[in-house]
């Protein structure tokens, strides 16, 4: 049965093999055709002939159609999945320059190697390298949400004085688009980048309205819907747009600074839900090394399994419940 066992487990590994092997032809041919192919070579020969100048900026990409593979098969096939727009739009609100397709086969790429290095050279077992390969392929998907979210919260912290600019601009008489291009010259990204795509759609024939909508898709936040609809309805039913965008900008300010003071008085809790998420683990790993035999029953004895299986499932409970604790919407 054993000898079963092991012929079993390297048809796997082979299989497993050879899966990575033709991911990652697959993705060399895609970054080949994401630089070198013939598309690319002839959109840069249209572009330097209607420019006269090698502009890479980041308006000239309003011209570009965003796919979610350079490859026609595999964009159609992601076409067809449900949630994938949706798995676009989160890359776009990271501000990172990948597809769909370039996140689904790095994550399945690094997640085949992890696990086949694991299993082969550490000899562990086919459940466990199967594991460590999820988790390592999981990798790519929380490196896009933390980019997600610094950019989204350093938009936010500009955002007050995205309005305070747009505000001055309005009030010496420039128009709602010319404020928005002064925003998007005179600031740092990520405002600056978003402001001039919605100016650039403006001038490109794109209604205002849609263009604010737009940015509102790209960047979701709160205190940038109140400002769309503060300048829709004024565009809508007329008012003075410079003192809403005035009392905004004032109303993000102090909820920002109210953020930070709830942030520093929460800090203790947070530093204690590390702790107490960490100490099991930290005390586990130290226990092993220094009396290997006394923890060696937690994965090789039936009740241990099952005793590891509660203690994980506990701690994943614990560490959902204190993150709901600590958070505090405002």
């Known amino acids: 049965m054993f000898q079963a066992m092991g012929n079993y487990s390297f048809l796997i590994i082979l299989a497993l093999a050879l899966a990575s092997l033709l991911l990652l032809i697959l993705a060399g041919w895609q970054i080949w055709q994401s630089y070198k192919g013939p598309g690319v070579r002839k959109i840069e020969k249209r572009l330097q002939a209607l420019s006269a100048a090698g502009d890479d900026s980041a308006q000239s990409q309003l011209l570009k159609e965003r796919l979610l593979s350079q490859v026609p098969r595999l964009e159609q096939l992601l076409l067809r999945m449900p949630r994938a727009l949706l798995l676009d739009a989160f890359i776009v609100q990271s501000g990172l320059n990948w597809t769909v397709s370039k996140l689904l086969q790095s994550s399945a790429l690094l997640g085949l190697i ?68 002064m925003v998007g010259e005179e600031m740092s990204d990520p405002v600056a980048s978003e402001f001039s795509t919605v100016h650039d759609e403006v001038n490109f024939g794109v209604a205002v309205e849609q263009a604010l909508t737009n940015l509102t898709a790209r960047v979701p936040l709160t205190d940038l819907r109140y400002f769309v609809v503060a300048v829709l309805i004024q565009r809508e039913s007329g008012g003075n747009l410079t003192e809403v965008l005035g009392n905004l900008s004032r109303l993000v300010r102090e909820r920002l600074k109210l953020r930070s003071k709830v942030k520093v008085m929460s800090a203790d809790g947070r530093l204690s839900a590390w702790i107490l998420t960490l100490m099991p683990f930290a005390l586990a790993a130290l226990m092993n090394a220094f009396n290997p035999d006394f923890m060696a029953p937690l994965w090789t004895d039936p009740m241990g399994v099952v005793m590891l299986q509660y203690l994980l499932t506990m701690t994943v409970v614990g560490v959902v419940v204190m993150q709901k604790i600590i958070r505090i919407r405002i």
Not at 134 to 156: D, K, T
Not at 165 to 170: D, E, S
């Open 114 to 181: 992890a696990g086949l290095v694991l299993g082969r050279w550490l000899l562990l077992s086919t459940a466990l390298a199967a594991a460590a390969g999820v988790a390592v392929g999981l990798l790519p998907w929380l490196y896009v949400s933390f980019r997600r979210q610094r950019r989204l919260a350093r938009f936010e912290a500009q955002l007050p004085e995205a309005l305070d600019l747009m505000l001055r601009a309005l009030r010496a008489g420039h128009s709602f688009a010319s404020a928005l291009q």
